[in-house]
DNA sequence: GTCTATAGCTCGATAGAC
DNA sequence: GTCTATCGAGCTATAGAC
């Protein structure tokens, strides 16, 4: 039985290193620009042994994408379920926007696989992946809810846009990121200033 | 010579007619999945027939990344030096804001296929178009250096990363801007009160 | 200036040896 | 489970007729 659970940890191993060139991939060129001979020789196999560990491109895809809305859905829960008990507002979604700028800069290809290819994706895989997407977007709308809740959010805000617009904003700081330059963490406190109390002076 | 004229009006209209249909269809699909057969069906012509007047797909997606930030750069800058001289700080940002996200969402594919697929083009292409979207760049840099020597900008924000974060933020709600469900000038105006005081009740 | 035809590649996917 | 070999399709770009 340990000879049956080792060649299935070979088996798993080999289609986490297919995944993980996948991503990585996806992240840098885009979905098209992807060959199934590229991600084989990334993951240093020939184009045809893929095709015993996924079925067709689509499939890997779909994958990546959903591995990478899971790890920050995993991430940003686990803050909000720690705080929202005994955290101020203003700091919880502060921490919630740490951990989803963090895992999207620093800790996953998929996360930000993810966030370049979601639009370029055949139809039929984009809808698949959103069922996924929807249940994260639906974790913020509940940090949110809570923190109206308790009065510290502006009552005139459309928490609906100002999701879609965090969320946006934040996954937007791929196209400029530069570790050399700041962390992801100095980014992210600087985000989350900007979006509680704003540009202006008062 | 007006014989000569109409000639140049007619070639002028055709390469128009055939970048038009490239910047729609980049929008949509992405540099690497539109193909050349795919933008000379949408233009009305043969596929060999495009490279009469364009050498290349770079060629043509070079000139459709240009064309998009020197329409968006053109509306703002007007925006800029229109207010700058009579407005409020706060008024004349919201004011560049609506500019930027108005001509985005709703006058030309251009932009949007810039926002798109400029990660996506190959590197040479890329870095060329760099020098373009730099210019744009460092108009917002004026507008907000403009506001922070009146002292209306809170001293602690870094104006280089707000100027990411700004045109990232604005440039995101493509991927979820549904004219149906509210126009430009609305979210427009409603991420400028976001960026301006931010979301929390003090 | 637009057409047809095609050269020369690369693509996703499959078949079958080992 | 991985390999080699290949099919059929679609790609960019070019050549040459009209």
Redo the contacts between chains.
Sequence with gaps: MSDTLAKKDRAAETRTRILDAAASLFRD?????VSLRGIADAADMKAGSVYYHFKSKEEIVLEVLNLGIERVHKTVKAVFDTGKGNQE??AL?TDAICAHLETLLEHTDYTSANV?I???VPEAIRSEALVVRRRYEALWDDILAHGKAA?????D??LK??R??LI??L???L??FDPEK?SARD?SR??A?????????K
């Design positions: 060129k885009g979905y098209a620009a507002n203003a979604i370049r979601h639009g370029q009065g510290d959010i502006r009552q805000v459309d846009m100002f879609l617009m946006g904003s996954n937007a700081t196209e400029w700041g980014i600087a985000y200033a900007i979006l509680l109390n704003g540009l202006m002076d």
